[in-house]
T-cell receptor, first 113, second 117 residues
Framework: DAGVIQSPRHEVTEMGQEVTLRCKPISGHDYLFWYRQTMMRGLELLIYFNNNVPIDDSGMPEDRFSAKMPNASFSTLKIQPSEPRDSAVYFC???????????FGPGTRLTVL | AQTVTQSQPEMSVQEAETVTLSCTYDTSESDYYLFWYKQPPSRQMILVIRQEAYKQQNATENRFSVNFQKAAKSFSLKISDSQLGDAAMYFCAYRSAYTGTASKLTFGTGTRLQVTL
């Protein structure tokens, strides 16, 4: 199994630009999670999906952030417009069922200049 | 809301020795899961071990074991025969077992483990 795949691994952009992060969960997993890791706030959940449907987006910081899951094998997290305070590592994780272990992707390090 | 506390920002251990990382949590729930994740410099989050709260037996995975004290809300990780590859940031995490209420993982602030020769 390839595990959770994220792209790109690194993204450097300028303030005001649109950023799209991508995730492919483990095949067959029904749950997909987006986390953000910063020095100040640690690891925090942004949003999660069950069977492609967003269930809890209360962690999304503001309207500049949006996430979609058009099918079971692909999800995107978009930031528009990006700001320097969005600089962080963004992780995607997936699990087979709600109670199962979440497996993380390698993360995307985002730097907004 | 649940909270997870890791009171040791940094720990150091000599190769082949044993080290214990501490974690405490606060919850009013009776059924939940606890995890230890490892984050090496590659920043990949790797599951080390998982414990179900309803199980009294402590989980073990090769050189990694936990001491789960439910009444004390304590969940420490013991690494035996430490290896250089164990050097990483270790995160303790909590997850509710109640479906639909909180599928999210609540993480502690992490403990950075150094392994010396």
């Amino acid at each position: 199994d390839a595990g959770v795949i994220q792209s790109p691994r690194h993204e450097v952009t300028e303030m005001g630009q649109e950023v799209t992060l991508r995730c492919k969960p483990i095949s067959g997993h029904d749950y997909l999670f987006w986390y953000r890791q910063t020095m100040m706030r640690g690891l925090e959940l942004l949003i999660y999906f069950n069977n492609n449907v967003p269930i809890d987006d209360s962690g999304m910081p503001e309207d500049r952030f949006s996430a979609k899951m058009p099918n079971a094998s692909f999800s995107t997290l978009k930031i528009q417009p990006s700001e320097p305070r969005d600089s962080a590592v963004y992780f995607c994780a997936s699990s087979l069922r709600d109670e199962d272990t979440q497996y993380f992707g390698p993360g995307t390090r985002l730097t907004v200049l | 809301a649940q909270t997870v506390t890791q009171s040791q920002p940094e720990m150091s251990v000599q190769e082949a020795e044993t080290v214990t990382l501490s974690c405490t949590y606060d919850t009013s729930e009776s059924d939940y899961y606890l995890f230890w994740y490892k984050q090496p410099p590659s920043r990949q989050m790797i599951l080390v071990i998982r414990q179900e709260a309803y199980k009294q037996q402590n989980a073990t995975e090769n050189r990694f074991s936990v001491n789960f004290q439910k009444a004390a809300k304590s969940f420490s990780l013991k690494i035996s025969d430490s290896q250089l590859g164990d050097a990483a940031m270790y995160f303790c995490a909590y997850r509710s077992a109640y479906t639909g209420t909180a599928s999210k993982l609540t993480f502690g602030t992490g403990t950075r483990l150094q392994v010396t020769l």
